[in-house]
């Protein structure tokens, strides 16, 4: 009767610990998120917690924390300066770049650098108040915040009740400050995050005539996009009708370059091809990657891009093209140049090779281009 109680005990111990292990554990968007959980004690916690916004529902040191879990990632922490609405009419990275900054600070971590000279190198500068003026902001909510972008350089974010400011603070717009990471931890998880990303097709494009621009062609229409450094990178789309009177886009032998376009900036064109990328990484190195088309489509659209197009040279069987996917709010490019097999279209499978150079300042992005074009 013992041993069969002590059995009994070791089968529910064995299939609490199977239970356990089957629970998902977060992971963390960078690694300067699993320091500061780490110092501040709540990686237990954290480690289980479901998907959603966690608003006010932390405290270090007496102060509130908003805590973001996105797909069982832990996306954010830092100081509730911002009301889940608030954050849904700004700019969300800016906020919680402010509100990670802000406990960044509080916190410590093991630094090379002073928290002073942290922030002096950082460019992060006071035009009212100091960061003790965050303290007040935790706990009122009734302020007017705006967030306004001085000529793609800088973020100017002030806090206003009656008319009167009562913070101002500005910052470069880089993308490693804004994301609390560096260049080598960028390039080591970009891999990961696009091979988690779903190759979905997505059936969010679409248009309205009033949208779009007839042409001497029958049956094709061109919905004019933005430009980026040049006019023959774009993001235009191309259009037919179809016997209801919808608009689709185009994907066809008869008209390849833009069904290519199309099929390169949207994930709305359902496909098999596979991107073999060759990630031109910082130190000259480079890693090779293999992923859905869609998947790299849709993680750059997720993450805030746009996609550009331009075609580079076409001999009637390969296209060479530059696809550019740009996050004008984080400051960053990722550029890509690719050669495409028009024979492929058809059967919407095949091998596109690409070069990638990934995360490039906006700042830096003209002398890429030059670059990549050699």
Known sequence: ???????????????????NSLIASNDYKTDLLARMAASMNITSQLSSLANGEYYKQFTYQGQPVTVIVRNNSIEHIGHSLFTPYQRSLLKAPICNFLERFSLEIAVPLEREKSVEKHIAESGVSFDKGTFSSFCHLFNDTTYQVSIENKDDKNYLVQWQKNNQTYCAIKFPIDYDLLNGSEMLENERRLAGEILKTSAACSNSVAATPDELSATWQKNYFIQQGQSY????????????????????????????????ANLLTSSAIDNQFVMDIRLKKYGLTEDAISVPLNSWINFCLNTGCTPYVGVINYDGNFATCELLMRNADLGYNHVMKLTFDITQLEDRKGIIEARLNSYVPSSKIKYLFDELRQ
């Open 1 to 19: 009767m013992l041993k069969l109680k002590l059995h009994t005990c070791l089968l529910l111990f064995s299939l609490l610990a199977i239970n």
């Open 229 to 260: 450094y040049s006019n023959e990178l774009n993001t235009n789309k191309y259009f037919e009708q179809d016997d209801t009177g919808g608009y689709n886009l185009v994907y066809t032998s008869k008209y390849p370059l833009e069904s290519l």
